[in-house]
């Protein structure tokens, strides 16, 4: 059972929610050089057994699945009725601190609800799921479309409404409740956050900020300045606008290879879109459950739109400056915002089809589509996530971003893995904080979903890097290589194309980092 608050004061010991290193590593895998072919059967033996192709000496295994709840009467989870085909679409994930436990939110256009998965019982039990009252319109005690989640510094979690529902964020106050003995899940709506199609969701280092983007093809990135640590029911926000931009707020931002990233590049600004209190400072009402109503303040505010910004990453820069990192889906692009302070930042192309692949090893025929999530290991790397098959014979795939030197700007997207399962897609990638080495990865809504009696449906595994076999170099096995590459920026810079010693000791620096 759960009870659904509109409003809740939340205090707790802060903890860190972000990964605290600073990224710069070089390729410490032999990345593949395809996508992955993909079965053209639901439950064929790669979705059962084998879901990715992998570098060597990658291994996963399977954490849960959908079948394998629902085939126990103790367990439970989130099947809408009359919606099979997508009953379960497990999401993005989060890890409590200890990563015994896992959160996955479910994506369903009504009905949609939160599962706990213990890792050490291996059981899932649902902690919270709508009453289908958006069927009608009425989600006075419904929810929709649960994409994001993220734990916070207060020991709570977040979830929030992306593409149905009304773009609201709720915050799990007890997410941790003992509802199999009958405590109550408290869910807060958080009329604190503006009203947008939540996916990305991530606390800066200190837990002082959460970053968000609204999920639209002119869409903005969005940040919450808590007036107190832990507590999200009161603070202000902001919307990021960008220089160099001079079109028209609610214009889309074109598809690659006709969009223009250089023009939602350069410097930028954090502007107000209330007090510190919470309180508008616009014509347009950001809390408006109707109609998004952050989309229509950032609209007001001349906030930078870009093509469908999904997840979100914080980490560090060389400088040590704190860095935002967001995909852009539709402009097949990755962004990083440099926090600059006094509001200023400078937005940089992180990555996209432009950038070399697989530099300095064995190039790849896979190409970047639809990149969605994103994930960050303990030394602060950037991993990328596609949201969807390159085509009905491809999979989706999952790009290392390799920073070498750390500016923000990426040397080479490497081909990590990629999915092999029919109907299906990557979600919900994040690293365990208690195993370093260890990385969660949802198979969403594959065809075998549809199938309630026999298919094994959305599956949540578990994949570790720890006995990886590091690359070789590629020409005279030297140490040591060094390529001219010019960035997006026209800058010409010396970047290390091969260290096998670095990448040999990977795994021990890894896990030095997340001591």
Not at 166 to 193: C, K, W, Y
Not at 258 to 270: H, I, K, Q, V
Not at 337 to 360: I, P, Q
Request: aromatic content about 8%; charged content about 20%.
């Amino acid at each position: 059972m759960y009870q659904f608050k509109k409003k809740a004061i939340i205090t707790g010991i802060l903890l860190a929610c972000a990964q605290t290193a600073s990224a710069g590593t070089d390729v410490f895998f032999n990345p593949l050089t395809q996508s992955a072919a993909v079965a053209q059967i639901p439950n064929h033996v790669n979705e059962l057994n084998s879901p990715w192709q992998v570098p060597t000496g990658v291994s996963y295994e399977n954490l849960t699945s959908l079948h394998e709840i629902e085939a126990d009467p103790s367990q439970s989870t989130v099947r809408v009725p009359s919606l099979s085909a997508g009953a379960s679409m497990t999401d993005m994930s989060a890890f409590d601190p200890s990563g015994r436990y896992i959160f996955l939110p479910h994506e369903t256009q009504y009905g949609a609800g939160l599962t706990r998965y213990d890792r050490e019982t291996d059981k899932a039990v649902n902690l919270f799921r709508g009453d289908m009252g958006g069927q009608t319109g009425n989600w006075t005690n419904d929810f929709g479309a649960l994409d994001p989640a993220t734990w916070t510094p207060a020991n709570t979690l977040l979830v929030g409404e992306e593409w149905s529902g009304q773009g609201r964020l709720f915050e799990v106050t007890n997410p941790m409740a003992d509802v199999e003995n009958g405590e109550t899940v408290i869910v807060n709506e958080l009329h604190s956050i503006p009203n947008v199609s939540h996916e990305g969701l991530r606390f800066n280092h200190d837990g002082s900020a959460l970053y968000f983007v609204d999920e639209d093809r002119s869409g903005s990135v969005y940040k919450f300045v808590p007036s107190v640590h832990g507590d999200y029911s009161k603070g202000q926000s902001f919307v990021l606008r960008v220089e160099n931009y001079t079109g028209s707020p609610v214009a889309q931002a074109g598809a690659y290879p006709d969009n223009n990233p250089s023009e939602r590049s350069g410097s930028a600004t954090w502007v107000a879109m209330t007090d510190i209190n919470g309180v508008k400072l616009t014509t347009a009402d950001p809390f408006d459950n109707e109609t998004r109503g952050g989309r229509a303040v950032a609209d007001e505010l001349n906030g930078t739109p870009f093509r469908r910004p999904e997840d979100v990453e914080v980490g560090y820069l060389k400088n040590g400056h704190e860095v935002l990192y967001f995909t852009a889906t539709e402009e097949l692009a990755a962004y990083s915002v440099e926090e600059l302070g006094h509001g200023k930042a400078m937005v940089r192309l992180f990555a996209d089809e432009s950038t070399l692949k697989n530099l300095g090893q064995a190039s790849t025929t896979g190409q970047i589509n639809s990149p969605d999530n994103l994930a960050q290991d303990a030394l602060g790397n950037i991993y990328m996530v596609e949201d969807a098959p390159n085509g009905d014979n491809v999979g989706g795939d999952i790009w290392f971003l390799r920073d070498t030197n750390n500016d923000g700007i990426a040397e080479s997207v490497d081909h990590f893995m990629s999915l092999q399962v029919k109907g299906a897609e990557n979600t919900g990638m994040i690293f365990n904080p208690a195993n370093p080495t260890q990385f969660i990865i949802n198979v969403q809504h594959p065809e075998s979903t549809a199938d309630q009696d026999n298919g094994m449906g959305d599956a949540t595994w578990l994949i570790d890097i720890n006995n990886v076999v590091a690359p070789l170099c590629a020409a005279d096995s030297a140490d040591k290589r060094e390529h001219a590459h010019n960035d997006h920026d026209g800058k010409n810079r010396t970047v290390k194309t091969c260290n096998n010693s670095d990448a040999t000791n990977f795994i021990k620096k890894l896990t030095k980092a997340s001591q």
